[in-house]
C-alpha cells in the first residue's frame, strides 16, 4: 500500500532536522521589505550610500579606492541592479498579497451589503404590514369621533324622549 499515489510519499529521516517555515511567513517578510522600499527612509539612505561610496570612490586615497571611477563604478552599478532585481519581485509579491486581500474585503463588503438590503427589504415589508393592520384598527382619533357622535345621538335622542314624553302626557289630558 505505500505505493499509493493519491497519498503522500513519507520521507525518511535525514542528518539534519528539516526546518518548517510558516507558509505565510514568506510573504509577510516581503510585504515588510516592499513597505520599506517605498518609503522616503529608503531613498534618504540609498541616496546617503550612493554619495558616499561615489565620494570614497572619486577622492579617496587612491590605494584604498574599490570601484574606479574611470571605468563607471562597475561595482556600484551592478549592486544597484541586483537591489532593484530583488525589489521588483517582492513588490509584485506584496502587491498580489494586497489583491488577494482587497478581494476578501470587496466580498465581505458585498455579502454586508446584500445583508443590510436583505434586512431593509424585511423592516419595509414589516412596515406595510403594521400599516395596513392600522387602517383595520380603530385610532385614538377614530375612537373620540365615535364616541363623540354617540354623545350627540343621546343628548338629541334624550331630547327626542322628553319631546314624546310631553306629547304623551297631553294625549292623557285629553279625553
Known sequence: MADRLDQPRVRGRS????????????????????RFLGTPRFIFWLTA?????????????ADLRFDRADVGFTALTLMLSLQASYAAPLILLAQNRQADRDRVSAEQD???AERNLAD???????MASLRIAMSEVATRDFVRS???????ELQTGSDDEEDGE????????QP
Open 120 to 126: 431593509t427589504e424585511f423592516l419595509a415589508r414589516e
Open 166 to 173: 310631553r306629547v304623551r302626557r297631553g294625549a292623557d289630558r
Open 110 to 112: 458585498r455579502q454586508r
Open 15 to 34: 542528518l539534519l532536522p528539516r526546518v518548517q517555515f510558516e507558509a505565510d511567513a514568506s510573504g509577510r517578510l516581503s510585504e515588510s521589505i516592499a
Open 49 to 61: 550610500f550612493c554619495v558616499v561610496w561615489l565620494v570614497w570612490n572619486t577622492w579617496g586615497p
Open 146 to 152: 365615535e364616541l363623540r357622535n354617540l354623545l350627540e
